[in-house]
C-alpha cells in the first residue's frame, strides 16, 4: 500500500470539478498499466501515474446494471432492490431502474450547485422518471439500453434494434440527446469523448460533474479501419477488434484529460477511471488476468476491475493502493470532495483521508456481493463464495485465482464469512425483476451454466461462459 506518509501540497478545494470514467466490460487485465502486452492505453496508463491506481477495486455486481445503480447512488443496490439487469427494453420491468426514492450522485451535486453532464451509456432506467435528465443531469447524450453499435455500417444488432420502438431508448442505429432521437454518430466513442470535450470547455468557471460512460469495450465487436490499422500484426480478428476498441476509448480519454489541463483545471479536477464489471473474456479476448473468473460471476475475475483516480496536488503520484473498496466509495468521495455528503444512508466511505495518509487499516470490515443464487464475502484478506448451496473459502493474499479451497480446512472462519453475509443478504431487499421480465424471465438453465462454470474455474477449467446482457 503506497499512499502511507504522504502529506497533500495545498489545501483541498471547496469544490473541484469531478470527471467519472467509466468503461464497459473492461476487465482486470486489460490495460497495459494492468499488464496486458498488446493493449496500447497510454493515456490511461499515464492518468494512473498521474494519481493512485487501485489495485483490490470491486465492482459491486458481476454485470452492469446492479453495478452502475451502486456507483450512482452510493448504496448496495440491493437496498433498492436492483439485482438484475434489465434484458431486452422491451421485455423489461417498468420497475426497472434507480427508484425515484433514492438520490443520485448528479442530484446531490446539482443541489449543491454543480452543472452536471452525462455522456454515453445509462442502463439503469429506461421510463420517463429514471432517465439521465430525471436523475440530476442537466446533459444528456447517448442511449439508455445495455450495449449499442458503435458505427452506421455496423453488421451487428444493436440494442432494441429489432423493436419499432427503439428509437425511444437510443437504440439501433439512432442516439438520443436529452429524449429526443438523432441519428447514430460516425464513431461513439468519438462522439462521446467530443461531447466531454465541449462540455468541460464550456463550463470551466463554474465547478461541474461530468460522468463519461462509454459503451466500449463491450460487445458488439466494431471499429473503424483507421483504428484497425493500428494492430495490423494481431491475426485474430476478434482480439484485432477488441484492441482498437480499447484503443479509441484510450484516445477518448487522452482528449478529455487534455481539455482539462489547456482549461487550467488539473488541480482543480478530480477524475476517477474505472470499469462496471470484469470481462466476459471468450467473446471478446477481454483479459481479467490474473484472475479466475468472468463477468457474471462473483469470482475475482467478474468483480475485481481496474480503478485510477487523480488530483494533482491533493493525491499521490504513481502509487499504488491495495486495501479492498468498492464502486459505492467512489460515490462517497465524490460526495465528500464536493461538501455534498449526507450524513447518513451511504454504504461507500470516503477514500480520500485513506489515500492521503490520515486514516489507516482496512476501508470495510467486509463487503457483500449478491447475485440471485451467487454470493459472496470478503473480510481482509479472506473471501468466501456461495454458488448456490455450495460455498467455498479462499485466502487471496496466496491464492489470487482461487483455486485452493480451504473450506474443509478452516470450517470456522468459513462459518464466520457466512454468517456475515446472511446478516447482510437479510438486510437487502427483495430483487423487484428479473432480467426480461415481460418475456418470463431468464430460462434456468442460465443460472445452472452459471453454476457449472464457477465449480469449473475453480477447479482449473477452462470455460466459456455466454455473455447475457
Known amino acids: 500500500m503506497a499512499a502511507a506518509g504522504w502529506a497533500a501540497t495545498r489545501p483541498r478545494a471547496a469544490q473541484p470539478n469531478i470527471v467519472l470514467i467509466l468503461a464497459d466490460d473492461l476487465g482486470y487485465g486489460d490495460l497495459g498499466v494492468q499488464g496486458d502486452p498488446e493493449a496500447r492505453t497510454p493515456n490511461i496508463d499515464a492518468l494512473a501515474a498521474q494519481g493512485v491506481r487501485f489495485t483490490s477495486y470491486y465492482a459491486d455486481h458481476p454485470v452492469c446494471s446492479p453495478s452502475r445503480a451502486a456507483l450512482l447512488t452510493g ?13 431486452a427494453p422491451r421485455n423489461t420491468s417498468p420497475l426497472f431502474g434507480i427508484p425515484t426514492d433514492t438520490a443520485t450522485i448528479a442530484e446531490r451535486l446539482k443541489r449543491a450547485g454543480y452543472a452536471t453532464a452525462m455522456f454515453g451509456k445509462w442502463h439503469v432506467g429506461f421510463e420517463p422518471d429514471r432517465v439521465p435528465t430525471a436523475r440530476g443531469f ?73 460522468y463519461l460512460a462509454f459503451n466500449a469495450v463491450h460487445a458488439p465487436l466494431d471499429t473503424t479501419p483507421a483504428y484497425e490499422a493500428r494492430f495490423v500484426n494481431v491475426t485474430d480478428p476478434t482480439r484485432r477488434t ?49 484472475l479466475t473468473g468472468v463477468k457474471g460471476l462473483v469470482l475475482e475475475g467478474g468483480i475485481r476491475v481496474p480503478a485510477i483516480m487523480r488530483w494533482p496536488g491533493l493525491l499521490p503520484a504513481g502509487r499504488t493502493y491495495d486495501r479492498a473498496v468498492m464502486g459505492f466509495d467512489l460515490s462517497a468521495t465524490t460526495l465528500a470532495a464536493a461538501n455534498a455528503l449526507p450524513a447518513s444512508g451511504l454504504d461507500g466511505v470516503d477514500l480520500l483521508p485513506f489515500l492521503t495518509g490520515t486514516r489507516a487499516g482496512e476501508v470495510h470490515k467486509a463487503l457483500y456481493w449478491r447475485s440471485g443464487s451467487q454470493g459472496a464475502v470478503r473480510a481482509g484478506s479472506w473471501k468466501a463464495v456461495k454458488n448456490g448451496e455450495t460455498w467455498h473459502l479462499f485466502d487471496l493474499s496466496t491464492d489470487l485465482a482461487e483455486h485452493r479451497d480451504l473450506a474443509s480446512r478452516d470450517p470456522a472462519r468459513l462459518g464466520n464469512l457466512k454468517k456475515l453475509w446472511s446478516v447482510w443478504s437479510a438486510e437487502m431487499t427483495a430483487p423487484r425483476w428479473v432480467r426480461n421480465q415481460l418475456s418470463g424471465g431468464d430460462p434456468p438453465a442460465a443460472g445452472r451454466r452459471a453454476h457449472d462454470a464457477i465449480e469449473a474455474m475453480i477447479r482449473g477449467d477452462a470455460v466459456a461462459l455466454p455473455d447475457e446482457e
Open 242 to 290: 477488441h484492441l482498437a476498441q480499447l484503443a479509441a476509448m484510450d484516445d477518448a480519454v487522452g482528449q478529455v484529460l487534455a481539455a482539462i489541463d489547456r482549461d487550467g483545471l488539473s488541480e482543480r479536477t478530480l477524475v476517477i477511471f474505472t470499469s462496471d464489471n470484469g470481462g466476459p473474456t471468450t467473446q471478446t479476448t477481454s483479459s481479467n488476468r490474473p
Open 75 to 87: 448504496r448496495y443496490q440491493h437496498r433498492m432492490g436492483f439485482e438484475y439487469n434489465s434484458g
Open 138 to 210: 442537466d446533459t444528456f447524450y447517448g442511449f439508455l439500453s445495455g450495449q449499442h453499435d458503435y458505427t452506421p455500417r455496423s453488421n451487428a444488432p444493436g440494442a432494441g434494434a429489432a423493436d419499432a420502438r427503439a428509437g425511444r431508448w437510443g437504440g439501433g442505429q439512432t442516439m438520443l440527446r436529452g429524449t429526443t432521437p438523432e441519428p447514430m454518430p460516425a464513431h461513439t466513442t468519438e462522439a462521446f469523448a467530443a461531447e466531454a470535450v465541449r462540455f468541460i470547455d464550456t463550463h470551466s468557471a463554474k465547478p461541474f460533474f461530468l
